[in-house]
């Protein structure tokens, strides 16, 4: 039932009972005034009965007949012991057989009090008649009436009253349609802008004129207000935590109380393995590793794990899992991949740079001891001497590639760009190299292409990288070789080609040949005085000027490495003017 029809039967209901109480109690009133009225006009008669009444007793009953048709009154005579001695409504001998009178309380009243009132059904005449009672005549004088024109006179003013009540009425609902409408319009309108700021639509706030309602709809008003202000800053501090969550790069994952996961960043699915918009599994069935699964039970059941490391697939993760106040947790990976690989490559480089130093330390050492104990011929001494000088040149070569190595590793070293003519540079370098050439009859091969005779490079670096590739296929070309060093243009650069006939690389190691210190034949590099680290500057220093560089061979049949370096950027016009 809506508000106005709510009013209407209330406004109704009320005007009802109202109604009802009044035409009760102006019954009653109008009731008791009427027959307090005719007790009086009774009393009145009883009186003249008393006067006109004749002395004689045998008189009496045609008196009180007379009187009686006179008055339109039912006139009685009533002995003091109660008998009835004359009766206008009843004739002759059925006096006799009215039962006795004296214990009637108008009787009694009037022999006691002087006046007597009674108000009955009278089962003589059977009416319902008023008593008025008087001392006199035989013992009592009594007069009574019927009340049928009390009722009457009542049951008019009832109707007039309900006349009035039914206008009352239709007035009364009317009004309170009216009123009812003029209040259900503005409360349905701030329901409606109540339903739409629930909705997050723009809400429109009802005008009714009445000062309450309009109180009530600039609190909404202003509530609206506070919520936009106070859900945008939520939506910030959301956007905010979601934006610090998918940066991180730990994974975070967080699941309800029944395990499911609610929350996954971009690491996270990277770590486990899932797209951006694959469905993950609820988190008891997300991992497969016990550890994990006995890190993701704990959380769940409310105890806080920290630390634990376990692998999953290539990655080493490290967990920890916190439950959340209202059921739930939240769980945070580690990937210690990285520097698990890093702590190997650490330990390998402590070991290979050991290694490296102890075998030309050992040679030094040994050959001083020698010639400080034994003192030998000049001849000795100075094979002892070279072979000093030759390992400690050989520490100093080492000690300058890994200071090369940290300078491009940590990307302190920035190349100065200049047009270089490879097959110069080529020349000279083997120049340097020529003597072991010679001795094992290598000869070398210069061969740029027509559209790539030169490239964009570091002087310094472009001679490093060759002396390292020449140097590199000196080693592993057999005596009467053939090592070469071509050019060609490609994908807006040169690729610089290192190309010899030697012992060639399995093509499982062509992918480590430029980590440090890795050697495809270890003892062929060590008895020629390799450090282990010449690729691995070559990568460095081509990746430093923006290439890539990488390597083909084929066992026994001989190796290529290739170095890309793209073209200098052209400088704008105008530049520098």
């Not at 701030?190 to 709809?217: E, K, N, Q, W």
């Not at 309800?256 to 694959?278: E, F, H, K, Q, S």
């Not at 140097?471 to 290192?498: F, K, M």
């Not at 190796?559 to 520098?576: L, S, Y």
Request: hydrophobic share 45%.
């Amino acid at each position: 039932m809506s508000f106005a029809q709510r009013l209407v039967a209330g406004t109704i209901l009320v005007l009802i009972l109202t109604v009802g109480v009044l035409v009760w109690s102006a019954e009653r009133t109008l009731r008791r005034d009427l027959e307090s009225d005719i007790g009086r006009g009774l009393e009145h008669q009883a009186l003249l009965v008393r006067e006109a009444l004749p002395g004689d007793s045998l008189r009496w009953q045609d008196a009180v007949v007379r009187l009686g048709d006179e008055s339109g009154l039912r006139v009685t005579l009533i002995g003091r012991d109660g008998r009835l001695r004359a009766d206008s409504d009843v004739r002759g001998g059925e006096i006799s057989a009215i039962e006795n009178h004296a214990a009637r309380p108008e009787v009694r009243d009037a022999l006691a009090d002087g006046v007597g009132h009674g108000r009955r059904r009278s089962a003589t005449v059977g009416r319902e008649l008023l008593y008025v009672a008087v001392p006199g005549g035989p013992g009592v004088i009594r007069v009574a009436a019927g009340l049928e024109q009390v009722d009457a006179t009542v049951r008019r003013a009832q109707g007039a009253v309900f006349g009035a009540a039914g206008l009352a009425l239709l007035v009364g609902a009317l009004l309170a349609l009216v009123a009812g409408r003029s209040i259900a319009g503005p409360l349905t309108g701030i329901t409606t802008a109540a339903r739409a700021m629930a909705a997050g639509a723009p809400p429109r706030f009802p005008r009714s004129g009445i000062p309450d309602i309009d109180g009530l709809v600039q609190a909404l008003r202003d509530m609206h207000g506070q919520l936009g202000e106070r859900f945008d800053a939520l939506r910030r501090e959301r956007a905010e935590s979601a934006a610090l969550v998918d940066a991180m790069v730990e994974g975070v994952l967080a699941a309800d109380v029944r395990g499911r996961v609610i929350t996954a960043n971009p690491a996270a699915r990277r770590l486990l393995g899932y797209a951006a918009g694959d469905l993950l599994p609820d988190l008891p069935e997300l991992f497969r590793i016990k550890a994990a699964r006995e890190t993701v039970d704990l959380a769940l059941a409310g105890t806080p794990v920290a630390d634990r490391e376990f692998e999953m697939g290539d990655h080493v993760l490290l967990l920890n899992a916190r439950p959340l106040p209202s059921g739930g947790a939240v769980l945070v990976l580690h990937d210690l991949t990285d520097l698990r690989r890093l702590e190997v490559v650490r330990r390998d480089f402590v070991a290979n740079v050991s290694h490296e130093l102890k075998t030309p330390l050992t040679s030094i050492v040994g050959y001083t001891e020698t010639l400080l104990a034994d003192r030998p011929d000049d001849e000795t001494a100075a094979r002892f001497l070279e072979t000093i000088r030759s390992n400690a040149a050989r520490m100093q070569r080492l000690v300058d590639d890994l200071l090369d190595l940290a300078r491009l590793e940590a990307g302190r070293w920035q190349p100065d760009r200049n047009e270089l003519d490879v097959a110069a540079i080529a020349r000279d370098v083997w120049g340097a190299l020529g003597e072991r050439a010679a001795r094992c009859g290598i000869r070398l091969e210069v061969a740029p292409a027509a559209d790539a005779p030169s490239l964009a490079a570091d002087p310094h670096a472009m001679r490093q990288v060759l002396t390292n590739l020449l140097d590199n296929s000196l080693r592993h070309t057999q005596p009467g070789g053939h090592v070469a060093v071509r050019t060609r243009r490609e994908d807006d650069g040169i690729v610089l080609s290192v190309v010899d006939d030697g012992s060639g690389i399995a093509h499982e190691q062509l992918d480590r040949i430029f980590e440090r210190f890795y050697r495809a034949d270890p003892s062929r590099s060590r008895e020629h005085g390799g450090t282990g680290l010449g690729l691995a500057i070559v990568k460095h220093l081509v990746e430093a000027h923006g290439g890539r560089v990488w390597a083909e061979s084929t066992p026994r049949r001989g190796t290529a490495v290739h170095a890309w370096f793209p073209d200098a950027p052209v400088a704008a016009e105008g530049a520098g003017t």
